[in-house]
């Protein structure tokens, strides 16, 4: 990929869509094409059914300023909900980076029920005893499956993470930990906030361009500022890996836009959703 007609032709080949379905009482965010594959499960929280009272009201997934026992409470109905086993989860620690660590069974509970993992917002695993946790109010999910290895990777992709190219890092850890081949990879990007609603100053609209030069990320809003598309820089990454456009599914759900999703833009102070992935 060296031109930008490279990347539009790529970007034209990458899938949209998501499914949504609801069980006791929570709701599940999916993408089918992680859906039709065998061997894993995933999906993205929603905010019905949890315990959590305003600013954070419902399925809270973040202890980040909620009362931690309401947020407990919200794990054990998320885990109920989505058929997860409750002590196989391992959680990123969330520092808006690019650091992705590998984790297995020795792990279980770290941000959860234990202490956090040192500094990560990418988590990578062969061991299906785990169930990868990720934490997002508008930021970016990216879900990551080598049914041929038999690897899973997920990270949290905030716009620094994504400028940085977390993705692109998950995805060389899974070549170097698992011999992961980049062809093999199916990838989905979870709901976040849409090309339209990522509002950003000029600085970080041109951060994005001098990091992204094949993209045409740039747009404009109603109010004459400058937004980036973050599903852009979510397919570019992937693609520079190696992974091929068709495997790429996007949600494209705006977090913003979508009332049972929280959203810090459209919120402020919040709660937040979880996405997960596991072997099966
Ligand atoms: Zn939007």
């Known amino acids: 990929m060296n031109t930008r007609m490279d990347f539009l032709l790529a970007w034209a080949q990458v899938g949209r ?4 379905r609801e069980n006791e ?5 999916t993408l089918p094409s992680f859906c039709a594959a065998s061997g894993i499960d995933h999906g993205f929280s929603a905010k019905i059914g949890g315990v959590s009272k305003a600013p954070f ?5 973040s202890f980040t300023n909620d009362d931690r026992a309401a947020v407990l409470e919200n794990y054990r109905r998320f885990c109920r909900g989505a058929g997860i086993p409750p002590d196989s989860l391992v959680m990123d620690s969330y520092e808006h980076g690019t650091t992705v660590l590998r984790v297995d069974k020795k792990d279980r509970g770290r941000g959860h029920t234990r202490e956090s993992l040192p500094p990560c917002d990418g988590l990578v695993t062969n061991d299906p005893a785990v169930t990868l946790i990720t934490g997002h109010a508008d930021c970016m999910a990216f879900y990551f499956y ?8 997920l990270c949290h ?14 995805i060389q850890t899974m070549q170097r930990e698992y011999g992961t081949d980049p062809r093999d990879l199916i990838c989905g990007v979870g709901p976040s906030i849409c ?13 994005f361009e001098a990091a ?8 404009k809003n109603g109010k004459g500022n400058p937004t980036v598309d973050l599903w852009q820089v979510a397919a570019c990454q992937f693609l520079e890996q190696g992974v091929r456009p068709e495997r790429i599914e996007l949600m494209g759900v705006c977090t913003r836009e979508t009332a049972n999703l929280y959203s810090y833009r459209r919120e402020g102070r ?8 596991r072997l099966v």
């Open 17 to 20: 869509g998501w499914a949504y």
């Open 25 to 29: 009482g929570v709701g599940i965010y």
């Open 57 to 61: 009201a419902g399925l809270n997934l």
């Open 146 to 153: 080598d049914p041929v290895k038999r690897a899973i990777g």
């Open 157 to 170: 992709a905030g716009w620094r993470g994504a400028l940085g190219r977390i993705g692109g890092n998950v």
């Open 195 to 207: 090309p339209q609603c990522f509002e950003v100053g000029e600085d970080v609209c041109q951060q």
């Open 212 to 219: 992204f030069p094949l993209c045409p990320l740039r747009g």
């Open 270 to 277: 919040t709660g937040g959703m979880a996405a997960f992935l």
